[in-house]
């Protein structure tokens, strides 16, 4: 059973544009939600995270926002650029542990 | 930000022989330590938990005696494939926390460890 679902696995974004990244979750019970970007070969790195009280955080180019009555957040990055270029994981976890469960991941592409 | 580092990065092994693979967090203390694993085109999976000095938890499916986790200080943990086959062959990726479950503590992933067995 998938409690995080990314059901692209892959996204083509011109230069410039906005980049919008989706994911899905089951748990109500998961509080957390975190997305990582993952080059091929090399451990994921924290981008950007929201609390269940928040429906949106921004940083820079990057925001996440949270529809909690959905199960349901996204990632935008805007304006997308070339180095924008790898795979993205939607993650969440409870309060309780310190257990990330990741999804599958979207493989992001910015076309030039 | 914190780091983790993995040793080795990359690994090649014969069939029924033993890999360890370890994990460090250069500059803080891990009291806890987690293990995954990637495989082609597939999520990050969990395989355990571990904290210092304690056994580590394994998720369901993953066997213990076939991977062997020690978490000996707090900024060492070691996993160990024992008896490798073809099939363990994938990306192994440590992280490391400093909270204990009740506050969310940043994890800290490592650069990961390709293990290829032939």
């Known amino acids: 059973d998938q409690q995080v679902k990314q059901n692209s696995p892959s996204l083509s974004v011109q230069e410039g544009r906005i980049s919008i990244l989706n994911c899905d979750y089951t748990n109500s019970m998961f509080d957390y939600f975190l997305w990582y970007k993952k080059y091929p070969a090399e451990g994921p790195t924290f981008l950007i995270s929201?609390?269940?009280?928040?429906d949106k955080n921004e940083d820079g180019r990057f925001t996440v926002f949270l529809n909690k009555s959905a199960k349901h957040l996204s990632l935008h990055i805007v304006p997308s650029q070339p180095g924008d270029s790898a795979v993205y994981f939607c993650a969440a976890t409870t309060n309780r542990d310190d257990k990330i469960i990741f999804g599958k991941g979207t493989r992001l592409h910015i076309l030039p | 930000g914190a780091v983790v580092s993995q040793h080795p990065s990359w690994v090649i092994c014969k069939s029924g022989t033993s890999v360890k693979i370890e994990c460090r967090s250069l500059d803080f203390q891990a009291t806890t330590m987690f293990w995954y694993r990637q495989f082609p085109k597939q999520s990050l999976m969990l395989m355990a938990t571990?904290?210092?000095?304690?056994?580590?938890?394994?998720e369901q499916g993953v066997e213990k005696d076939k991977f062997l986790i020690n978490h000996a200080s707090l900024t060492l943990s070691t996993l160990t494939v024992t008896s490798a086959h073809p099939e363990d062959s994938s990306f192994y990726i440590c992280?490391?926390?400093?909270?204990?479950?009740?506050?969310?503590?940043?994890?800290?992933f490592g650069p990961g460890t390709r293990l290829t067995v032939t």
């Open positions: 571990s904290n210092e000095g304690s056994k580590a938890t394994y």
């Open positions: 929201i609390s269940s009280i928040k």
């Open positions: 992280s490391a926390s400093w909270s204990h479950g009740t506050s969310l503590g940043w994890q800290y």
